[in-house]
């Protein structure tokens, strides 16, 4: 092999899907970025094949119990590939669907925090907040001595408790102590003393509690006698230390881990002044409350010993919203206010509401608004149960059907009106109580990580909030919901009781590192308690990036999938600098990106085109970013040095009209819709959900509006969490209680409300891009029309491959046999009956004659693209309607029967407003209908600049139907075609959640405070300058934060490198101490043939096996998956 082919991965040949037998030499140690329109051959070459290969290859030398359980992509169609180092692949895809999993678990954040939290925590009493540890005679005796100086060496008693059990006498007791030497007793008969000081509660016994804390000490009402035993009297002062710590001691020993000094007057017999209660165990000796010894188990709710008992651990319990129930509240009961009962099935509950409504004087015909408080409770909870022959209330009602859920229509009937809620025995956190009492660090640092916010109060515990407030440290759900940013700072400062144990100061030293690479990466506004399922594809993607540089892994192949998704312009130079870090440290990076920040930033960008599907798969171009500016052949190179832009302008054509005699400063500022002349807005007051600062939202209808803001200034907060499900319940549909707001106005404005958003259509393969826009019925009509078809008596059906007689029988339809191959790759056999066409032989005799003049079948229709079908099917208007949103959304390069579950998230989003644009053909005027509200997030997902041009136009279809557009977006260009924009910030996480601006493009320009408007400004000059440097605007920038970076490439010579110095050419390792090691350093140069040799037992097998072998294959499996780990265990450090 030569010096240039060691230093590159050589492609020749591949021919994945649609690549045109590429040839390629990607140099190592890199930042590529590769780039194309949508259906170009990105994916293909980066995960089909690069990826594919990589990670076959790597995962191979596994052994075949453990390949089972790890991801495995097929053998990718390439000639050769050489030079390819292990691969990892961080892409954008959330499959995370459990409420269980959290930021904190997905990072192994939680692992760390509950092992910390078992080392190192503080217990405090849940009744008297003291402080509850483990006392040795040393302490106690420290104790006492500084106890006993200040109040002037008086009189000391030394005693320790006595329980008398159940089958003994007070007496038998007292007679066992005495043959054993003590004679006298501070409690029973003839006691010359109280046993506790006059200021003790009056019931000795402690309260029985869960979570581990036990009864421990009879007395008054608790059954049994507790016998107060002398153990020695002394004045410390004069007393010899040997003395008093033999005492301690045994008292500690006879009282099995309790003693109580007390101090007494000089009378005869003495009297007691004061008690000081120790204990050697998790003993709270002033509430007599015993703890049990921490295990990490304690602190994971996802372990039966840690998760709260109501609630399992998931933090939240389902049951029955009454706001579904009752939605309407300016309804009455009569005029139907409980919803479930205006059906014929309850018709009866409706009518016994009324009859008990007259005998009990409930208003029948008064709002339910309006009613008191005393009679809307008398309607939910009822008087008594059915048999009393009284009211029984809605209460009742839903646990009767309850009793009937196994059957289909009553758990679908409950399952139309519940809800999830904080569960009551826990608040939310997930865990018993008693894991909660333990805290860590100072009160001075959890102030300043509170940052005002109070501390989380357990269920149970009997603190004031003024003593809550008052103690020391943070309890873990304390450091649960604080933002990552507010975390790291915690642990930065934080300074445990020295001296630390190995294992704990490593615990310190991981978390420290894991939440610096999160606030890196752009996610500091993130808290460890939010669930994975609710991130989004960017958010997860830039988590996995974290655990790729936690495992500090080199030569290795990343490969990643648009890590720009969801950041703002501002937080882009952060996940610059983490891929940066990653190819210093001796990795290669192949990024698939849009981005121009990030494409400038880049090594090489490889541009793929020049169309998509068959007409895409070819090498447009490959060079340094300065080179493919200057390019006239790459579409990208156009856009890149602004030749080319995206045109802003959306008014839809029913507003043209209005805005006919607009001013010409309106009309040159991108065909802006004067928006405050609308009076159709929809208005929500006082949101307040996560880090919403009780804002109130004016959105426009029949517009487009973007709601902006950088990473968590609470943008999915206020459309995803509190307006789409506060719609959804005035509209009466199930959905998650919405997040807190005061009112909303302006629902009534709108027909319906659509999240289209990039979570998958479904699961099964017969569903594709045809059936979902609705074209395939069509199809099928139209063969079914044919004269051979008719002329055999097919119907429409006879075409379906999912039912009828004319799917093939051998495959049930489906084309292929699914084969489990456990240890390998599961198989998919192409079915040997249809060949994997689906359709008995007879079917697809059945030809049509296309307007184009080719002859096809029904099954050679499902291999066509978008565009070939268009032009087959142009002389049937019926199937052109349909299939022309999916051009209109740029699908075109899509087979209309390729399965739905294989398209990606942003292809999933865009076939999703294809059906959308083609139920809105059907709709006639804007005039004669309200409207539906759509809802996206982040729509530019994995578009190109040109398809970012065609969804502009589908949003243009769907305003000129009468449709409203709310879409959460990045994007630049989508931002300045917008009519309204709502900019939130000015920060992430609880330094966000307000409105910055609201108002058209060129008034969110002029906001000094709005990182949108800088990101716009500097975009819109270098655009109009002709060369794409976006560089900060001077008066607008914030004395916070850095301004937006510029998009100016560095010349090549100074960016272009592939290591960091000494470590980039050698495995470096440092004082290895495994085995019989002494302390050595060795440096293993890469890319070398190393022999390593020695006597037997020398060490040679401790350090190529159990060093480096074993830390190389730990570390590659520290990158994968949690569920892939869980079988396949990583070998444990090495000791260097």
């Given at each position: 092999?030569?010096d240039?082919?060691?230093?590159a991965?050589?492609?020749r040949g591949?021919?994945?899907?649609?690549?045109?037998?590429l040839?390629?030499?990607l140099?190592?140690?890199?930042?590529?970025v590769v780039t194309?329109?949508?259906g170009?051959?990105k994916?293909?070459?980066?995960?089909?094949?690069l990826?594919?290969?990589?990670?076959?290859?790597y995962v191979e030398t596994?052994?075949?119990?453990a390949?089972?359980f790890?991801?495995?992509?097929d053998?990718?169609?390439v000639e050769?590939?050489?030079?390819?180092?292990?691969?990892?692949?961080?892409?954008?895809?959330?499959p995370?669907?459990?409420s269980r999993?959290?930021?904190?678990?997905?990072t192994?954040?939680?692992?760390?925090l509950?092992?910390?939290?078992?080392?190192a925590?503080?217990l405090?009493?849940?009744?008297?907040?003291?402080?509850?540890?483990?006392?040795?005679?040393?302490?106690?005796?420290?104790d006492?001595?500084?106890?006993?100086?200040?109040?002037?060496?008086?009189?000391?008693?030394?005693?320790?408790?006595?329980?008398?059990?159940?089958n003994?006498?007070?007496?038998?007791v007292?007679?066992?102590?005495?043959?054993?030497?003590?004679?006298?007793?501070?409690?029973g008969?003839?006691?010359?003393a109280?046993?506790?000081p006059?200021?003790?509660?009056a019931?000795?016994?402690?309260k029985?509690?869960r979570?581990?804390?036990k009864?421990?000490?009879?007395?008054r009402?608790?059954?049994?006698?507790?016998?107060?035993?002398?153990?020695?009297?002394?004045?410390i002062?004069?007393?010899?230390?040997?003395?008093?710590?033999?005492s301690?001691e045994?008292?500690?020993?006879?009282?099995?881990g309790r003693?109580?000094v007390?101090?007494?007057?000089?009378?005869?017999?003495?009297?007691?002044l004061?008690?000081?209660?120790y204990?050697?165990?998790?003993?709270c000796?002033?509430?007599d409350l015993?703890?049990?010894?921490?295990?990490?188990?304690?602190?994971?709710?996802?372990?039966?010993?840690?998760?709260?008992?109501?609630?399992?651990g998931?933090?939240?319990?389902?049951?029955?919203?009454?706001?579904?129930?009752?939605?309407?509240?300016?309804?009455?009961?009569?005029?139907?206010a409980?919803?479930?009962?205006?059906t014929?099935?309850?018709?009866?509950?409706?009518?016994d509401?009324?009859?008990?409504?007259?005998?009990?004087?409930?208003?029948?015909?008064?709002p339910?608004r309006?009613?008191?408080?005393?009679?809307?409770?008398?309607v939910i909870?009822?008087e008594?149960?059915?048999?009393?022959k009284?009211?029984?209330?809605?209460?009742?009602f839903f646990?009767?059907?309850?009793?009937?859920?196994?059957?289909?229509?009553?758990?679908v009937?409950?399952?139309r009106?519940?809800?999830?809620?904080p569960?009551?025995?826990?608040d939310?956190a997930r865990?018993?109580?008693?894991?909660?009492?333990?805290?860590?660090?100072?009160?001075?640092l959890?102030?300043?990580?509170?940052?005002?916010?109070?501390?989380?109060?357990?269920?149970?515990?009997?603190?004031?909030?003024?003593t809550?407030a008052?103690?020391?440290?943070?309890?873990?759900?304390?450091l649960?919901?604080l933002p990552?940013e507010?975390?790291?700072e915690f642990?930065?400062k934080l300074t445990?009781p020295?001296p630390?144990?190995?294992?704990?100061?490593?615990?310190?030293?991981?978390?420290?590192?894991?939440?610096?690479?999160?606030?890196?990466?752009?996610l500091?506004?993130?808290?460890?308690?939010r669930?994975?399922?609710?991130?989004?594809?960017?958010?997860v993607?830039r988590?996995?990036?974290?655990t790729?540089?936690g495992?500090?892994?080199?030569?290795?192949?990343?490969?990643?999938d648009?890590?720009?998704?969801?950041?703002?312009?501002?937080?882009m130079?952060?996940?610059?600098?983490?891929?940066?870090?990653l190819?210093?440290?001796?990795?290669?990076?192949v990024?698939v990106?849009?981005d121009?920040?990030i494409m400038?930033?880049a090594?090489r960008i490889?541009?793929?085109?020049?169309g998509?599907?068959?007409?895409?798969?070819?090498?447009v171009f490959?060079?340094?970013?300065?080179?493919?500016r200057a390019s006239?052949?790459?579409l990208?190179?156009?856009?890149l040095?602004?030749r080319?832009?995206?045109?802003?302008r959306?008014?839809?054509?029913?507003?043209?009209?209005?805005?006919?005699?607009?001013?010409?400063?309106?009309?040159?500022?991108?065909?802006?819709?004067?928006?405050?002349?609308s009076?159709?807005?929809?208005?929500?007051k006082?949101?307040a959900?996560h880090?919403?600062?009780?804002?109130?939202?004016?959105?426009p209808?029949?517009?487009l509006v973007?709601?902006?803001?950088?990473?968590g200034?609470?943008k999915?907060?206020?459309?995803e969490?509190?307006?789409?499900p506060?719609?959804?319940?005035?509209r009466g549909?199930?959905?998650?209680?919405?997040?807190?707001?005061?009112g909303?106005?302006?629902?009534e404005?709108?027909?319906?409300?659509v999240?289209v958003?990039?979570?998958?259509i479904?699961?099964?393969t017969?569903?594709?891009?045809?059936?979902?826009?609705?074209?395939?019925?069509?199809?099928?009509?139209?063969?079914a029309a044919e004269?051979?078809?008719?002329e055999?008596?097919?119907s429409?059906?006879?075409?379906?491959f999912n039912?009828?007689?004319?799917?093939c029988?051998g495959?049930?339809g489906?084309?292929f046999?699914?084969?489990?191959?456990q240890?390998?790759?599961d198989?998919y056999?192409?079915?040997?009956?249809?060949r994997g066409?689906?359709?008995?032989?007879?079917?697809l005799?059945?030809?049509?004659?296309?307007a184009?003049?080719?002859?096809?079948?029904?099954?050679?229709v499902?291999?066509l693209?978008?565009?070939?079908?268009r032009a087959?099917?142009?002389?049937?208007?019926?199937?052109?309607v349909?299939?022309a949103?999916?051009?209109d959304?740029?699908?075109?390069?899509?087979?209309?029967?390729?399965?739905?579950p294989?398209?990606?998230?942003?292809?999933a989003?865009?076939?999703?407003?294809?059906g959308?644009?083609?139920?809105?053909?059907?709709?006639?005027?804007?005039?004669?209908h309200?409207?539906?509200?759509?809802?996206?997030?982040e729509?530019t997902t994995g578009?190109?600049f040109?398809?970012?041009?065609k969804l502009?136009r589908a949003f243009?279809?769907?305003l000129?139907?009468?449709?409203s557009?709310?879409?959460?977006?990045h994007?630049?260009?989508?931002?300045?075609?917008?009519?309204?924009?709502?900019?939130?910030?000015?920060?992430?996480?609880?330094?966000?959640?307000e409105?910055?601006?609201?108002?058209?493009?060129?008034?969110?320009r002029?906001e000094?405070?709005?990182?949108?408007?800088?990101?716009l400004l500097a975009?819109e000059?270098?655009?109009?300058?002709?060369?794409?440097?976006?560089a900060p605007?001077?008066?607008?920038?914030?004395?916070?934060?850095?301004?937006?970076?510029a998009?100016?490439?560095?010349?090549?010579?100074?960016?272009y490198r592939?290591?960091?110095?000494?470590?980039?050419?050698?495995?470096?390792?440092?004082k290895?101490r495994e085995?019989?090691l002494?302390?050595?350093?060795?440096?293993?140069?890469?890319?070398?043939?190393?022999v390593?040799t020695g006597v037997?037992?020398?060490g040679?097998?401790t350090?190529?096996?159990d060093i480096?072998?074993?830390?190389?294959q730990r570390?590659?499996?520290?990158s994968?998956?949690?569920?892939?780990?869980?079988?396949?265990?990583?070998?444990?450090?090495?000791?260097?």
């Amino acid at each position: 092999m030569t010096d240039a082919s060691r230093d590159a991965i050589l492609v020749r040949g591949a021919r994945q899907n649609n690549l045109k037998s590429l040839d390629l030499d990607l140099p190592l140690n890199a930042l590529i970025v590769v780039t194309g329109v949508s259906g170009s051959g990105k994916s293909s070459l980066v995960f089909d094949t690069l990826y594919a290969e990589g990670q076959r290859r790597y995962v191979e030398t596994f052994s075949p119990y453990a390949r089972q359980f790890l991801d495995r992509m097929d053998k990718p169609q390439v000639e050769s590939i050489s030079g390819i180092p292990p691969a990892i692949a961080i892409d954008q895809t959330n499959p995370v669907r459990t409420s269980r999993s959290t930021v904190g678990t997905m990072t192994e954040l939680n692992d760390h925090l509950k092992l910390l939290f078992a080392r190192a925590a503080a217990l405090f009493c849940q009744r008297c907040a003291r402080p509850v540890q483990r006392d040795t005679a040393d302490g106690i005796y420290a104790d006492v001595l500084a106890r006993a100086r200040e109040a002037g060496d008086p009189r000391l008693l030394v005693s320790f408790p006595v329980v008398v059990p159940g089958n003994f006498t007070v007496e038998e007791v007292r007679e066992l102590l005495t043959r054993q030497g003590y004679t006298r007793f501070l409690q029973g008969a003839g006691a010359p003393a109280p046993l506790a000081p006059p200021d003790a509660p009056a019931g000795g016994a402690g309260k029985s509690a869960r979570g581990g804390r036990k009864r421990t000490r009879g007395g008054r009402g608790s059954g049994l006698e507790v016998l107060e035993v002398v153990q020695d009297r002394m004045r410390i002062g004069g007393a010899e230390r040997g003395r008093v710590l033999e005492s301690l001691e045994a008292a500690l020993r006879v009282g099995r881990g309790r003693v109580n000094v007390h101090r007494v007057d000089e009378g005869d017999p003495p009297a007691i002044l004061e008690t000081w209660r120790y204990s050697n165990q998790l003993h709270c000796a002033h509430c007599d409350l015993s703890y049990r010894t921490p295990v990490p188990s304690q602190f994971s709710f996802n372990s039966p010993l840690g998760a709260c008992e109501s609630c399992r651990g998931f933090g939240r319990t389902i049951g029955i919203d009454y706001g579904l129930v009752i939605p309407d509240d300016t309804r009455s009961l009569r005029g139907g206010a409980v919803k479930p009962w205006q059906t014929k099935s309850y018709e009866e509950c409706q009518e016994d509401l009324e009859r008990f409504a007259k005998l009990r004087g409930v208003a029948l015909d008064t709002p339910w608004r309006e009613l008191p408080a005393e009679a809307r409770r008398w309607v939910i909870e009822g008087e008594g149960p059915w048999t009393k022959k009284v009211w029984y209330g809605v209460q009742r009602f839903f646990a009767w059907l309850e009793t009937r859920a196994y059957k289909m229509h009553v758990r679908v009937l409950l399952s139309r009106y519940r809800a999830y809620t904080p569960c009551s025995a826990c608040d939310g956190a997930r865990l018993k109580s008693e894991a909660l009492l333990w805290r860590i660090g100072s009160g001075e640092l959890a102030g300043q990580a509170l940052g005002g916010s109070p501390r989380f109060r357990p269920r149970g515990v009997d603190w004031s909030p003024e003593t809550l407030a008052a103690l020391p440290g943070l309890s873990i759900h304390d450091l649960m919901l604080l933002p990552v940013e507010r975390s790291h700072e915690f642990f930065r400062k934080l300074t445990l009781p020295r001296p630390l144990d190995e294992a704990t100061a490593l615990l310190l030293a991981e978390l420290r590192t894991r939440l610096a690479y999160l606030v890196d990466v752009g996610l500091g506004y993130l808290t460890l308690d939010r669930q994975s399922r609710t991130l989004s594809g960017g958010e997860v993607q830039r988590i996995n990036l974290t655990t790729a540089l936690g495992t500090s892994l080199v030569n290795t192949l990343f490969v990643l999938d648009e890590p720009s998704i969801g950041l703002h312009p501002r937080d882009m130079q952060r996940v610059i600098g983490v891929m940066k870090r990653l190819r210093d440290a001796g990795n290669s990076l192949v990024v698939v990106e849009h981005d121009p920040q990030i494409m400038l930033e880049a090594d090489r960008i490889l541009d793929l085109g020049p169309g998509a599907g068959e007409r895409g798969g070819e090498i447009v171009f490959f060079g340094t970013p300065a080179e493919i500016r200057a390019s006239s052949g790459s579409l990208t190179g156009q856009y890149l040095a602004g030749r080319r832009m995206v045109a802003p302008r959306i008014a839809p054509a029913l507003d043209r009209a209005r805005t006919a005699g607009a001013p010409a400063a309106e009309a040159a500022g991108g065909g802006v819709v004067a928006v405050a002349r609308s009076n159709r807005w929809l208005e929500l007051k006082g949101a307040a959900e996560h880090n919403l600062k009780n804002i109130d939202v004016r959105i426009p209808l029949k517009r487009l509006v973007c709601v902006t803001g950088v990473s968590g200034s609470g943008k999915s907060t206020l459309v995803e969490d509190v307006l789409y499900p506060a719609l959804l319940k005035y509209r009466g549909r199930p959905t998650e209680a919405p997040g807190r707001f005061a009112g909303l106005s302006g629902a009534e404005l709108i027909d319906d409300v659509v999240m289209v958003d990039q979570s998958p259509i479904g699961r099964t393969t017969r569903s594709n891009p045809a059936s979902y826009v609705g074209a395939f019925d069509a199809i099928r009509a139209l063969f079914a029309a044919e004269p051979a078809a008719q002329e055999r008596r097919y119907s429409a059906g006879t075409f379906s491959f999912n039912s009828g007689n004319g799917r093939c029988p051998g495959c049930s339809g489906n084309g292929f046999e699914h084969v489990e191959m456990q240890f390998l790759s599961d198989v998919y056999l192409r079915c040997p009956d249809c060949r994997g066409r689906r359709y008995r032989d007879e079917v697809l005799e059945i030809r049509r004659e296309g307007a184009d003049g080719r002859r096809c079948s029904i099954a050679d229709v499902l291999e066509l693209t978008v565009t070939e079908a268009r032009a087959f099917f142009a002389d049937a208007p019926e199937v052109a309607v349909r299939l022309a949103p999916l051009a209109d959304v740029g699908l075109e390069y899509v087979k209309v029967g390729q399965p739905v579950p294989t398209l990606s998230g942003g292809e999933a989003q865009r076939l999703k407003l294809a059906g959308h644009l083609a139920e809105a053909g059907t709709v006639l005027s804007s005039t004669t209908h309200r409207g539906k509200l759509f809802l996206f997030d982040e729509p530019t997902t994995g578009l190109h600049f040109e398809d970012v041009a065609k969804l502009l136009r589908a949003f243009r279809k769907l305003l000129s139907a009468g449709h409203s557009l709310l879409v959460i977006e990045h994007n630049l260009d989508v931002i300045r075609a917008a009519d309204w924009i709502i900019d939130l910030g000015p920060e992430g996480g609880d330094r966000g959640g307000e409105i910055l601006c609201a108002g058209t493009p060129q008034e969110i320009r002029a906001e000094a405070r709005s990182f949108t408007g800088q990101s716009l400004l500097a975009y819109e000059r270098s655009l109009g300058a002709g060369a794409p440097g976006v560089a900060p605007s001077a008066g607008h920038e914030d004395p916070r934060a850095a301004a937006p970076p510029a998009l100016v490439a560095e010349p090549e010579a100074a960016r272009y490198r592939g290591g960091n110095g000494r470590d980039a050419h050698a495995v470096i390792i440092h004082k290895a101490r495994e085995h019989n090691l002494k302390n050595i350093d060795v440096e293993i140069p890469r890319d070398r043939f190393t022999v390593i040799t020695g006597v037997s037992g020398s060490g040679k097998s401790t350090l190529a096996f159990d060093i480096l072998f074993n830390e190389g294959q730990r570390r590659y499996l520290e990158s994968l998956n949690a569920y892939a780990r869980q079988f396949v265990q990583p070998a444990a450090r090495p000791d260097v």
